[in-house]
């Protein structure tokens, strides 16, 4: 009972994310859909390389707090310990950012020269810089908020305020004829307002005028080696750009931050079960229920892969066509790009939530050995292919080092702590979906285009056939039953073609 208790609670925060999420990642798309047909490919580079500027300056900031604040805020039950956690986090990473974007902004010409074409294109960097804080502030009240495991809250402001006020900025921006600077103005911003929005909201959970204790030795103890794996994180993530900024042209980043933030959308299904995956397993192993930790490991994992399958199955078998719709075609160039890219996020799904299990379980060093060995394996296949093979050469270094982290990350849960995200229901789906369905839309590629008009009806016809094949060989099993029933009470309507096939018992 304790266990479909628990899932039932991450359900129902996972669907909220999920429509969030989703809503977020289309705002987010729209913006670099807009940006990729207003500028040209060269510029759009350029914008992408200055946002992989910003990212990279505020994961240093967060200094492993991004992790450490919902973890101690969800562990602490007095007041003041939960407000210290909060402003430990607000001190720390609040001199870093501030430290890191004056560094940015000093440098900004420096930075230009190396990585950009465009004579004028250093403006773009100093409105970065002076986001890096604000993005910081905005990110350590939604850390707040998920230590609460509030999940409402952090969807109006990280899924709604943040993306569509940058979309209304940018779009505005650019219509009064800014150019790429209109995408910098727009995340300084909205940055801005989503930090106020953040830190409103969390005081409405937790006042945070009041007595405190700082927890500064076991946060700093526990987020210490996230600095450096959140930083690695987001390197084996952003090398790529970087790296093909310095050996090709911007054109070339432009092709591949179309292809880019595409296959990246693969997970967002992942990304709906962190939100409170990580409050929620930590609190279980608190309470030393592990078993429940690999049910609902393995559960979500299987259907975060039945969720995802659908947009993969149509991105590594329709890439040129799915470029050219959304970014028109002359992207239709980074169609290997994204089929390859594709394949490396389509293992994060596979491999499930492996790294906040690891955070739970309070293991973040291995978490770091992990992102080292990925990071390092990017950035010498990155060396060696990116001069030769260009945006190509780059998505095979970071799918390749993507598989090389997932399955690194596998390795450390089953030997050190018997977790592993492969129940026989799970091992059935990977294998039996990918085999039946893959083959014949390969061939039906090859006779048929996708238009704006049949993607969607290719991608409900991919996600029923997926879900056909789920339920009729042998996939589902009896804890499905809590899923079927989610659905059933969130849509108001009846399943009966799944639900047959859930069994009563294991078999």
Known sequence: MGTERELRNLLSSASLVFVGAAVASVAKLLERIILGR?????????????????????????????????????????????????????????????????ILYLNADFVASNLFDGPDSSRLLPLFALAVPLVVGYQVGVGGIRGFENTIYKTYVGDLLYPFGRLLLLGGLLSLGFGAVAAGYAYLLSAAAAVLAAHYLLNRLLPLVGPFRLHVREMATFSAPLVVSSVLADLLTRTDTVMLGYFTTSRKVGLYSAAYPLANSLLIALASFGFLYLPLASRLDANGERDEITTIYQLTTKWVFVVTFPAFLLFVTFPADILSVFFGDRYAEGALALAILSVGFFTNAAGGRNRETLSALGHTKLILAGNAVAFVLNLLMN???????????????????????????????????????????????????????????????????????????????????????????GCLQPEDRVVVDFVESVTDTKLPFLRGYVPESAE
């Open 38 to 102: 207003s500028l040209s490919t060269a510029a759009f580079g350029e914008v992408n390389i200055a946002l992989t500027t910003m990212s990279l300056g505020v994961t240093f900031a967060l200094v492993g707090f991004g992790q450490g604040v919902p973890r101690y805020i969800s562990r602490f039950d007095d007041e003041r310990d939960v407000r210290g956690a909060w402003l430990t986090g607000v001190l720390f990473t609040g001199a870093v950012g501030v430290a890191l974007a004056g």
């Open 383 to 473: 060396l060696v292919l990116i001069p030769t093979y260009g945006f190509v050469g780059a998505a095979v270094a970071s799918a390749t080092a993507n598989v090389a982290l997932n399955a690194f990350m596998f390795a450390v849960l089953w030997s050190k702590f018997g977790i592993t995200p492969f129940s026989r229901w799970t091992v059935r789906t990977m294998t039996r979906v990918p085999l039946l369905l893959i083959p014949p839309t390969a061939l039906l590629a090859r006779t048929v285009s996708l238009t704006a008009f049949t993607l969607p009806l290719a991608l409900l016809a991919a996600a029923a056939g997926t879900l056909v094949v789920v339920s009729t060989l």
